[in-house]
């Protein structure tokens, strides 16, 4: 069975700086358009969220798309299906659910993956369901895991009141 796989210092540090700059740091995170969501993982769990789609269905959905191509390049991605960030908040006494990204797409190909990029170090995380591991939030931090793998978002307690992730999902080459 395929595992989890956890890459520290994914980028290098001129790299990683420059994509997480617009994200996290004053006054230019400030000028970037989040989007509110009332959920996270399905409709009606009343576990709020910001996010921005940057990618979806073939096609660019934002001008920041291109702002991750070092992401990209590192992947050995051959198609994306999705790619967005995400701003969790602080835990309100709920965690997530736990899900796979796109629930509707019942392909078992071990070449779709999801992979989950750390902007921010926390104590929050992500846990598997099939195996209870966490991974937890750490700045420059990969985790890429095969698509049908239940996963979900173990909210953060301490630190920024953001926790900062970009999700994608895609086919590897």
């Given at each position: 069975?395929e595992?989890?796989?956890?890459?520290?210092?994914?980028l290098?540090?001129?790299?990683?700086n420059?994509?997480?700059?617009?994200?996290?740091n004053q006054p230019?995170?400030?000028?970037?358009?989040?989007y509110?969501?009332?959920?996270?993982?399905?409709?009606?769990?009343?576990?709020?969220q910001l996010?921005?789609?940057?990618?979806?269905?073939?096609?660019?959905?934002?001008?920041?798309?291109?702002?991750?191509?070092?992401?990209?390049?590192?992947?050995?991605i051959?198609?994306?299906?999705?790619?967005?960030?995400?701003?969790?908040?602080?835990?309100?006494?709920?965690?997530?659910?736990?899900?796979?990204?796109?629930?509707?797409?019942?392909?078992?190909n071990?070449?779709?993956?999801?992979?989950?990029?750390?902007?921010?170090?926390?104590?929050g995380?992500?846990?598997?369901?099939?195996n209870?591991?966490?991974?937890?939030?750490?700045?420059?931090?990969?985790?890429?895991?095969?698509?049908?793998?239940?996963?979900?978002?173990?909210?953060?307690?301490?630190?920024?009141?953001?926790?900062?992730?970009?999700?994608?999902?895609?086919?590897e080459q």
């Open positions: 069975m595992e989890v796989k956890v890459i520290d210092n994914f290098s540090q001129e790299e990683f420059k994509v997480s700059d617009i994200i996290c230019k995170s400030n000028e970037f358009p989040w509110i969501a009332d959920n996270s993982d399905y409709p009606g769990d009343e576990n709020y996010f921005h789609i940057l990618y979806n269905n073939n096609v660019p959905y934002s001008n920041f798309f291109e702002m991750f191509q070092p992401l990209y390049n590192k992947l050995n051959f198609s994306l299906f999705k790619v967005r960030l995400i701003a969790t908040m602080k835990y309100s006494g709920k965690n997530n659910m736990y899900h796979t990204d796109i629930e509707n797409l019942k392909m078992n071990p070449k779709c993956k999801t992979a989950v990029f750390y902007f921010n170090t926390n104590n995380g992500t846990e598997f369901e099939h209870e591991q966490t991974v937890t939030s750490v700045a420059n931090r990969m985790v890429i895991f095969p698509f049908t793998f239940r996963h979900r978002t173990i909210k953060h307690t301490e630190g920024n009141t953001f926790r900062y992730v970009l999700n994608l999902n895609y086919i």
